[in-house]
């Protein structure tokens, strides 16, 4: 085999691997109940509890409980389990936000909090583990890179049950009738204080539907304000505006995800306002800042690269 030959192969063995990752992508904890629960059984999963078990030498007994709040360890889990099938059914997914758990009932929605860093991220236990000492948690290789402990391979955390998201997730998977407030997973805002950083929940809004640029004609409005070029790096585009006014007034309500930009944009020439945040320097917490603002009522929300 020549060198080029050689290449070519190895080029298509990596493009082979790429587009095996994206189709075993799986439920995102973002979504809504609904099609996370079409999502999850589309690959054979289910709701359960299940029964008593031993791992050993130890007895665990699951259970409802949406009061749960423990601290202790978490590690995570990867390629080794890629693509296998979960304690409740689903196709494990190192690159999902998914997590293990001994007890919780399968799936169950939860917050895990990085108490060495303050990083805090919602997501959805499919799976049964850990059995390690000490261990409360096996989060997904996409979890612990997100949470800032992937090379480290273990932190302290805190893992809370999200009551409401639970019961509308085991709703939504059981055929019973979900509850009448908006059922996306919550989003997390970090608070800097003089000790580090507190995490509060930010409250469930109504979707908000960015109004797309209008057929008519451009009103002459004081954009003064509006940028023309931003600093590399990557933004979560929120919407995309005819209206200056209308582009500041979601950049102001975006303000508690990061700093807000409206950018100004001549189409086909048309002007366009677009609503961003950032800058973020790595594409991960990009994402991050994406599943907010998509979990406070912007599904459009999107990641660019500047």
Sequence with gaps: MNLNTLKSAVFCLCVTALLSGCQTAGPEVTDPPQKQASAIKSQGGVYKVGNPYKVLGRWYYPKEDYSYSETGTASWYGPDFHAKRTANGEKYNMHSLTAAHRTLPLP???????????????????????????????????????LGFLEKGTAKVRVEVLEKESKNLKAALTGKALTAEVTAAPTTQIVRSGIGEDIKPLAAAPAITPAMPSTSSYDDEDDCDAETSLAAGY???????????????????????GKTHVLKAEINGRLFYRVRVGPYNYHEEAVVSQAKIR????PAAHVVEN
């Excluded at 007034?249 to 995800?257: D, E, K």
């Excluded at 979990?295 to 912007?298: A, L, R, T």
């Design 108 to 146: 169950s929605i939860v917050r895990i909090t990085n108490l060495e860093n303050g990083r805090s991220l919602v997501v959805r236990v499919n799976d049964r583990g850990p059995y390690a000492r000490n261990r409360i948690v096996d989060v997904s290789k996409k979890v612990a890179q997100l």
């Design 235 to 257: 933004y979560v585009q929120a919407g995309a505006f005819s209206s200056y006014q209308a582009a500041k007034g979601l950049a102001s309500r975006l303000m508690r995800f």
């Design 295 to 298: 979990n406070f009522g912007i």
